[in-house]
């Protein structure tokens, strides 16, 4: 058995439970575990340990009202009012219980897409989130899908990552939504935060918190750059077609997981047609 702190990232154990992360930053699990979103979705509850109002990050699936309570009685235990509902982006697992959660709490949900706004302020690249004394940073992260976003919180030398990097794995390039060079830009943007604002802890939509954030990042940059001469030596050999693709070069991988990978591989498709390394790109 590989020890888990030896992965890349160093992931903070095999599994997934809710509690406390950080000194400002407690997950509390929703029980939708499936392949595609590992042990389940992590809801963040985010907020400075002297304040007594706090910001949930990602309430989850809509379907699970009983997690929507929990995540609301979790940070009633602490002492906290949730006075600020945030989107990393519209992904069901992340984002379908934000209306009913600010329903449940009467609070505003801020998101890129306007479409999953409940309020009149949305969020954009270089907007800061300040509530009880909590700063939080957005970072725009496009390329898993168009609207995803970041957080980065300075004071614990961490960053909320949804599903732009994950606790165990990679994550996919959802085309035709996703595309792989705003993810391969995004990536290189998560690396400069560790490099020159010093962060050290990922706290992802899924799978365990990881205790360093540039191996991840460095090692998500490098799965990336050996799927693409994958994609890349399977077109020159004759696999064509996406579906062809997905079945040779992601041969080692659970079928369940194809019509995922699927997308990586139209995304990756798509990027190395449009820098004319195989036929079909613009003209």
Known sequence: MTDAAALPGRPRGAAVASGRATPRAYNVL????????????????????????????????????????AVAATAERMGKRIALTLLTHGHADHAAGAGRFAELTGT?????????????????????????GLELRVVPTPGHTADSLCFHLPADRAVLTGDTILGRGTT??????????????????????????????????????????????????AHRAHRLAQVETAVEDGYTTPEEVVA?????????????????VRAQLEYLQDHGLIPGGPE
């Not at 306007?114 to 309020?119: I, K, M, Q, V």
């Not at 040779?248 to 990586?264: C, G, I």
């Open 172 to 221: 996919v390039v959802a085309h035709p939504d996703g595309r792989l060079g705003d993810y391969l830009d995004s990536l290189r943007r998560l690396r400069s935060l560790t490099v020159d604002d010093g962060v050290r802890t990922v706290l992802p939509g899924h799978g365990p918190v990881l205790d360093d954030a540039q191996g991840a990042v460095e090692f998500y940059l």
């Open 30 to 69: 929703a029980p939708n575990p499936s392949a595609m979103t590992l042990d389940g979705t992590n809801t963040w509850i985010v907020a400075e340990p002297d304040s007594d109002l706090a910001v949930v990050i990602d309430p989850g699936p809509l379907l699970d009202e009983g997690h929507l309570e």
């Open 108 to 132: 505003r949900v801020r998101a890129l897409d306007p479409a999953l706004r409940l309020g009149d302020e949305g969020l954009a690249a270089g907007d800061v989130v300040r509530t009880g």
């Open 248 to 264: 040779h070069v992601y041969a080692d991988v659970d079928r369940s997981l194809w019509p995922a990978a699927e997308w990586s």
